[in-house]
């Protein structure tokens, strides 16, 4: 199994990115799939979920700002992050909770102020 995240990058305060998750090795549509992210000396935290079904969850701190989506030919699960904040700032991986769960390798999102 191999998750492959890709997108981040440098962003002023208010911008956007939108970030991507290649998966090999295991079908997106058949697996709860998740976007985590860890601040420097911080925990890491689930930001945002999306269920077989398709149904999604978001942390509080990013609703109605953050969207998850898949593509299922693609296999592909992707994050749009909108009017970003400094606070935003942190590594995204995403993984999935299996069992056993995995996890990207994880990009880099800088939001300067």
């Known amino acids: 199994v191999r998750l492959v995240e890709s997108g981040g990058g440098l962003v002023q305060a208010g911008g956007s990115l939108s970030l991507s998750c290649a998966a090999s090795g295991i079908r997106i549509s058949a697996n709860t799939m998740g976007w985590y992210r860890q601040a420097p000396g911080k925990q890491r935290e689930l930001v945002a979920s999306i269920r077989i079904g398709g149904s999604t969850n978001y942390a509080d701190s990013v609703k109605g700002r953050f969207t998850i989506s898949r593509d299922n030919a693609k296999n592909t699960m992707y994050l749009q992050m909108s009017s970003l904040k400094p606070e935003d700032t942190a590594v995204y991986y995403c993984?999935?909770?299996?069992?056993?769960?995995?996890w990207g390798q994880g990009t880099q999102v800088t939001v300067s102020s």
């Open positions: 993984s999935t909770p299996g069992p056993p769960p995995y």
